[in-house]
T-cell receptor, first 114, second 116 residues
Framework: AQSVTQLGSHVSVSEGALVLLRCNYS??????LFWYVQYPNQGLQLLLK??????LVKGINGFEAEFKKSETSFHLTKPSAHMSDAAEYFC????????????FGSGTRLQVQP | DAGITQSPRYKITETGRQVTLMCHQT?????MFWYRQDLGHGLRLIYY???????DKGEVPDGYVVSRSKTENFPLTLESATRSQTSVYFC???????????????FGPGTRLTVL
């Protein structure tokens, strides 16, 4: 069974500050890891993903995440927050085989203060 | 390229009524999924389908029925709606393994369902 824990349901940062959203996972098989973003009243948009290869992955809008197997973590970062980054962020894990359905964390709402 | 669409976007119904949520994708993706989103739970898998006429239960299937007679459509039916089924429902699809980006799911805009 897989699970995802996102630490902090709400995170508030100032514009221009570092964004750090935490994600830890558990999986009995090598995982595929994802970060999705959801803007108000919209569906989920893929930010970035890790499947195989380089453990530091870059995504859209200046976000990146690093897969750390020893820490079972996949934290999302952005060096400088922008007002448009305000949204809800979901970390998800899937199996690398079979149906590959996603197991989501409970989400982190990011607020960006001017 | 319309991608993946859901209808209706908003629905209010009463306890005990049957309601069907529609999902349509234009990519001919093999896999399709239904998730529900509830505060504090993230998204949870209700049902998924690997191809036309192949469906299986996810994490929270009770009270829901799905069918998939055509690759592009994956309707979700609440046979007798309950208040606990008030939620936002998302449909998603992904390609099969032999295609490009087989691990990425693409989400529809969601249906907000209220059961009174």
């Amino acid at each position: 069974a897989q699970s995802v824990t996102q630490l902090g349901s709400h995170v508030s940062v100032s514009e221009g500050a570092l964004v750090l959203l935490r994600c830890n996972y558990s999986s009995s098989v090598p995982p595929y890891l994802f970060w999705y973003v959801q803007y108000p009243n919209q569906g989920l948009q893929l930010l970035l993903k890790y499947t195989t290869g380089a453990t530091l992955v870059k995504g859209i809008n200046g976000f990146e995440a690093e897969f750390k197997k020893s820490e079972t973590s996949f934290h999302l970062t952005k060096p400088s927050a922008h007002m448009s980054d305000a949204a809800e962020y979901f970390c998800a894990v899937s199996e690398s085989t079979g149906r590959r359905a996603l197991t989501f964390g409970s989400g982190t709402r990011l607020q960006v203060q001017p | 390229d319309a991608g993946i669409t859901q209808s209706p976007r908003y629905k209010i119904t009463e306890t005990g009524r049957q309601v069907t949520l529609m999902c349509h994708q234009t990519w001919s993706h093999s896999y399709m999924f239904w998730y529900r989103q509830d505060l504090g739970h993230g998204l949870r898998l209700i049902y998924y389908s690997a191809a036309a006429d192949i469906t299986d239960k996810g994490e929270v299937p009770d009270g829901y029925v799905v069918s998939r007679s055509k690759t592009e459509n994956f309707p979700l039916t609440l046979e007798s709606a309950t208040r606990s089924q008030t939620s936002v429902y998302f449909c998603a699809s992904r390609p099969k393994l032999s295609e490009r980006e087989p691990d990425t799911q693409y989400f529809g805009p969601g249906t907000r369902l209220t059961v009174l």
